[in-house]
């Protein structure tokens, strides 16, 4: 099984700052990987698939890089709805998802 | 637009089973897979399986084999998931979520997602 460590656990940042999300594979995964915010009470949204393409409606501020074991979802100026749980997903090997990385307001 | 509809909270005791749906609209149902994946309180996103809604074909994670069955009524346009044998840390919101379909099979990444089905499990 694919083990998915995201990192850090928690990110205290103020609006108009930028957050570096990293999400580490035990194993390569290719670029099959996608990206996913979740605030408390809702379903995750997908962000980002296959490593960097942005789904519909995602604003261009959020953008994915990487391949193989090492990735990293960018948000550029952060703005209040943006403060959310993010958490990455491989689906080379099956599916599995990573710990979550908590954006929280400073 | 497309939507998903899961069905309401659960309680259920150890040992028993539940059964979830989820019900399609919006879109054609037979095109597409629908993955099923929880998250316990506090806890990440789980996956449990998905199925193809055209031919019917499923998977299963690992951590499921043999205690989920994932089922569709095309005429209904809704997925089911079963779980069986419950236990306390089966505790979760279950969610299905679409997938594409390319060269057959389903997409691991998911663009549109119920709601959600708390379930409890408790004595």
């Known amino acids: 099984e694919i083990v998915l460590t995201q990192s850090p656990a928690t990110l205290s940042l103020s609006p108009g700052e930028r957050a570096t999300l990293s999400c580490r594979a035990s194993?390569?995964?290719?670029?099959?990987l996608a990206w996913y915010q979740q605030k408390p009470g809702q379903a995750p949204r997908l962000l980002i698939y296959?490593?960097?393409n942005r789904a519909t409606g995602v604003p261009a501020r959020f953008s994915g890089s990487g391949s193989g074991t090492d990735f990293t979802l960018t948000i550029n100026s952060l703005v209040p709805e943006d403060f959310a749980v993010y958490y990455c997903?491989?689906?080379?090997?099956?599916?599995?998802f990573g710990g979550g990385t908590k954006v929280e307001i400073k | 637009q497309v939507q998903l509809v899961q069905s309401g909270a659960e309680v259920k005791k150890p040992g028993a089973s539940v059964k979830v749906s989820c019900k399609a609209s919006?879109?054609?149902?037979?095109?597409?897979?629908l993955h099923w994946v929880r998250q316990a309180p506090g806890q990440r996103l789980e996956w449990m399986g998905w199925?193809?809604?055209?031919?019917?074909?499923?998977a299963y994670g690992k951590n499921f084999q043999g205690r989920v069955t994932i089922l569709r009524d095309t005429s209904a346009s809704t997925s089911y998931m079963e779980l069986r044998s419950l236990r306390s840390e089966d505790t979760a919101v279950y969610f299905c979520?679409?997938?594409?379909?390319?060269?057959?099979?389903?997409?691991?990444?998911?663009?549109?997602w119920g709601q959600g089905t708390l379930v409890t499990v408790s004595s």
């Open positions: 979520a679409r997938a594409r379909l390319r060269f057959g099979n389903p997409e691991y990444y998911l663009n549109y």
């Open positions: 919006g879109y054609t149902f037979d095109n597409y897979a």
């Open positions: 199925i193809h809604a055209g031919n019917g074909g499923t």
């Open positions: 194993q390569s995964v290719g670029g099959y």
């Open positions: 296959d490593a960097s």
């Open positions: 997903q491989q689906g080379i090997n099956s599916n599995s």
